[in-house]
C-alpha cells in the first residue's frame, strides 16, 4: 500500500535528531514536493494523532519562528519541548537557528 504524504513527512519528523530542528520547507523538498511547504504544515497540524508520536514540536518555518505553536495542547508547549532538548528560544523564534537546523536532504 502506498504511504500518504501525511505518513510521509510523519516518519521524516520521526527521524529529526533530539535538540535539532527542520523546516517545512526542508522537509517538503526532501520528499521530492518542494513547493508543499504548507501542506508539510497541515500534516504537522494533525500530527497529535499520530501513532507512533511525531516530534511536530521539532518543525518550524524556515527563519525558526515557531508557527505552529497554536496547535499544541497550550501555546508554550512547543517551546518547552524544545527547551527541554537544549534549544533557546526567544520571542518564539529559535536563537542560532543555523546551528540547529537538520537538513533532511544532507543528513539522510
Do not use: C
Not at 527521524?15 to 520547507?25: D, E, W
Not at 524556515?62 to 505553536?69: D, I, N
Amino acid at each position: 500500500m502506498e504511504q500518504s504524504f501525511y505518513d510521509q513527512v510523519f516518519e521524516l519528523v520521526r527521524l529529526i535528531p533530539k535538540g535539532r530542528v527542520t523546516s517545512y520547507g526542508a522537509i517538503a523538498k526532501s520528499l521530492g514536493a518542494g513547493g508543499s511547504a504548507r501542506m508539510v504544515g497541515y500534516a504537522m497540524s494533525n500530527a497529535g494523532l499520530a501513532d507512533p508520536p511525531v516530534p511536530a514540536h521539532r518543525v518550524v518555518n524556515s527563519s525558526g519562528l515557531l508557527t505552529g505553536k497554536f496547535h499544541f495542547k497550550t501555546p508554550d508547549l512547543m517551546q518547552e519541548l524544545l527547551e527541554k532538548e537544549g534549544i533557546v528560544v526567544k520571542d518564539d523564534k529559535i536563537q542560532h537557528f543555523k546551528k540547529y537546523f537538520w537538513d533532511p536532504l544532507q543528513e539522510l
